[in-house]
């Protein structure tokens, strides 16, 4: 973005990340190597493993973000029972885990109507 002020965009970090499966060691080690980057923008290859990263917070996370990401809609939902909200699931890539209308997911997500 050519507003980005010069500063911001001369401190950028270009760091390998951390694939999930390399475990909470190398979450936690990406985690300090961000914290002492002394950059303004960091640009991950990989994103780590939120869960590794949080440890003893990530039920609290998980709570508050799973409510999040809903709109009203509208017009004609499919299935014709008229206007109602829409749920987005933001883990839905997390397998298994419990969804905001306490649904347990074991295997991949789909679209479902109704809570």
Known sequence: NPRTPASV??????LAG???EAGPAASAALVRQIQTSGSKVV???AVPDYRAVLGADT???????????GLWCCNRPPGGRGAGHIWYDLFADIVPHT????????GPWF?????
């Open 9 to 14: 965009r001369g401190s950028v970090a270009q």
């Open 18 to 20: 951390a694939r999930p």
């Open 43 to 45: 640009r991950l290859a």
């Open 59 to 69: 039920k609290a996370f998980e709570d508050k973000y799973k409510q999040y990401a």
């Open 99 to 106: 969804d905001r209308h306490n649904r347990r997911w074991e």
């Open 111 to 115: 679209p479902k109507m109704g809570p």
